[in-house]
């Protein structure tokens, strides 16, 4: 079965990964912008990571057939720093014409302070200036809850946004009823540490449906797996769920969600075959 990968930092991946994934049945990646592990010290490091994101992974990602796509921000983890947000939101706009760029993210809350939260709602308002879909970090372990309540908050004051075009990721069991019942999309982050396990995100799927949701790996340089997905899918098949539910979820949600972007192809089934293939299981 094709799955779409909603969320992996392929930068810091090995191209053995894009081949795996490829064996697995990933047909295209979504990598959002993210921390290097350290605050970057000046707005130039930015810049050359938005090239990186933007010419380098796209061609790694094409020699094992699979679609690169991209968001682009300054991250939560550096929120805090005002200065540094302000130089590097000057920067973004002159990338978002990239044909793999379909968004801003990931941002959001990192410890939930005053300057995060402004940093926050500046990005959003790029992204309603630019007409680009928005992806949202939302906090780990004990902060999370708040987070994700203070971030719904603020993109509920913003003037013209819409829910259907905004992902607030990282959701778990005390989070997602209150992002699905804002019309918001969510996603469940299959990570060893600090997010879910397949079981648990094929809980919450058994509890609240399949309707704007999405699962990720979220791979990255700590401890992850860049065939989680797979993984979940096996968990799913295991409980005895249809292929159609569970194409639902890794393919046929994070497409409609993309495909808003105006700029999201698939490089082996195409656009249209792969809506026939979503009519076709409907």
């Not at 912008?33 to 350290?38: H, V």
């Not at 990186?52 to 020699?63: D, H, I, M, N, S």
């Not at 991250?75 to 130089?87: F, Y």
């Amino acid at each position: 079965m094709y799955y779409i990968e909603m969320h992996a930092h392929m930068v810091s991946r090995t191209t053995d990964d894009y081949r795996d994934m490829a064996m697995a049945g990933c047909v295209a990646v979504s990598e959002p912008a993210f921390w290097a592990g350290w605050d970057r010290s000046s707005a130039d490091g930015f810049e050359d990571y938005f090239r990186q994101l933007t010419e380098f992974e796209p061609k790694r990602a094409a020699q094992a057939s699979i679609r690169h796509v991209t968001w682009l921000c300054l991250n939560p983890k550096e929120g805090e720093d005002r200065t540094l947000a302000a130089e590097v939101l000057k920067r973004i706009p002159k990338y978002l014409d990239r044909p793999n760029v379909v968004g801003i993210g990931e941002i959001g809350l990192n410890r939930v302070t005053r300057n995060e939260i402004a940093t926050l709602n500046d990005h959003v308002q790029l992204a309603l200036n630019s007409n680009q879909l928005i992806l949202i970090h939302t906090p780990h372990l004990e902060d999370k809850y708040k987070g994700t309540r203070v971030t719904i908050e603020n993109l509920q004051k913003m003037k013209g946004l819409r829910a259907n075009r905004v992902l607030i990721d990282h959701a778990e069991e005390h989070t997602v009823n209150m992002i699905l019942e804002a019309g918001f999309y969510t996603g469940f982050t299959l990570y060893p540490n600090t997010k879910v396990s397949a079981a648990r995100a094929v809980d919450m799927v058994e509890k609240y449906g399949t309707e704007r949701i999405t699962v990720s790996s979220a791979c990255d340089w700590g401890p992850s797996v860049p065939t989680a997905v797979p993984q979940l899918m096996l968990e799913m098949r295991r409980r005895g769920h249809s292929e159609e539910i569970i194409r639902k979820i890794v393919f046929e949600n994070p497409l409609e969600f993309l495909l808003q972007s105006g700029k999201f192809e698939l490089p082996r089934l195409g656009i249209q075959a792969a809506l026939r293939s979503i009519a076709a299981a409907t």
